[in-house]
Each structure stands twice: as C-alpha cells, then as structure tokens.
C-alpha cells in the first residue's frame, strides 16, 4: 500500500517519483503546499558566441497533503487554468492561472543595502514577469495523497546590460500553487551576487 510519496525532482527538466511502500503512517500536511528556502545554485556562463548568462537555480523544499503540485500541458489547455485568474496573490498581470510558480527579484541598493522590488524598464516592467509553470509532481494518474521532496526551478539571467549587470545583488520573494489553486507561504532566498 502506497501510503505517501517522496520527490526528490528537478522541475522544468527531469523528475523522479520514489514510493514507500509499508505500514507506516502517513504524514499529516495541509493540503495547501508548503514550502522552505534550501539553497541558490548559480552557474556563470561566460560570453563566447552570445551574451554571459547567469543561470539561477532555487531549491525549495516543498509539502502537500493531497500532492496536486504542477501543471502538465493537458492541464494548461483545460479549466480553470486557460482562464483569467481569481488568485488571491496580489498584483499579477497574468491573463490565465498557468503560472503555479511566482518570482518577485528584489534589488539591493549598494550605498544603503535596502532591498526594493525590481521589475525591468517598460514595456515589460510589470509584476509576475518572471513567473512560470513547474510540471506535475505526482504524475498524471496519481491518487491524492501526501508527498514532499526537492523542487528546482532555473531562471536564466542575460548579462549582457539592458537590464541586468555585473556585480547587482537580487534576492528572490518565491511562492507556489497547487492545481487547487491553494497559495503557498513566501520563502525569500538568500543573495545572489551577478556575474560571480
């Protein structure tokens, strides 16, 4: 009997479901997911033939009760999420409920340290721009239940001036959804340093 499942997965790219089998006792978490800050992983890519990029990598660790994370592209064509969003996370220019993974960057001033919310110049300036879509953890044919594990999530910075710099310091304000829509908490990450 498979009472709960472990995912220690990358999303976007490549995921591994393990299942427990035995009589343990299931764990008991909300069916609204959880999450907590792990660690950045940065991967500086010089430039050669196009711009140096910065490939952010966050790793949360995450908790479901009914393990309804992600969004497969069947899921995206279908209601509710090919429809203009209800969320309750403030402030997003989204026009459907496709994105389940939100990212707010927050600049550091290097005379004062405060950090403010970032958003590029116009006419892409805007809240959600970097937001996007993990793919479903649990597997098209699941059963509810509980399931927790490792989700990665790669953003990749351009350096090349327009909008990001060499030596600018982002922290990030991340947030996910379930297919319910449930809103996770907001973990914030620690310093990120461009171009290092």
């Keep these: 009997m498979n009472l709960f499942r472990t995912l220690p997965g990358i999303a976007l790219f490549s995921l591994s479901a393990m299942g427990i089998s035995s009589c343990l006792t299931p764990p008991d978490f909300p069916i609204t997911p959880e999450i907590d800050f792990k660690e950045n992983l940065v991967t500086h890519i010089p430039a050669g033939t196009q711009d140096a990029v910065d490939e952010l990598t966050f790793v ?38 496709e994105y ?40 098209i044919n699941a059963k509810p239940a509980p399931l927790k594990g490792e989700l990665r999530y790669l953003l990749p910075i351009s350096l090349d001036g327009s909008v990001y710099k060499k030596g600018q310091v982002f922290r990030y304000e991340i947030t996910i959804l379930d297919r319910a829509l449930h809103v996770s908490n907001t973990i914030t990450t620690s310093e990120v340093t461009l171009g290092q």
């Design 60 to 97: 949360l660790n995450f908790r479901d009760g009914d393990g309804d994370l992600g969004l497969s592209q069947d899921d995206i064509r279908l209601p509710p999420y090919n429809q203009a969003p209800q969320l309750p996370v403030p402030q997003r220019n989204h026009t459907t409920n």
């Design 100 to 139: 389940n993974y939100l990212i707010q960057p927050f600049l550091k001033n290097p005379v004062t340290g405060q950090f403010t919310r970032f958003t590029t110049p116009p006419p892409f300036g805007k809240i959600g721009q970097y937001d996007g879509t993990y793919p479903r953890l649990d597997g």
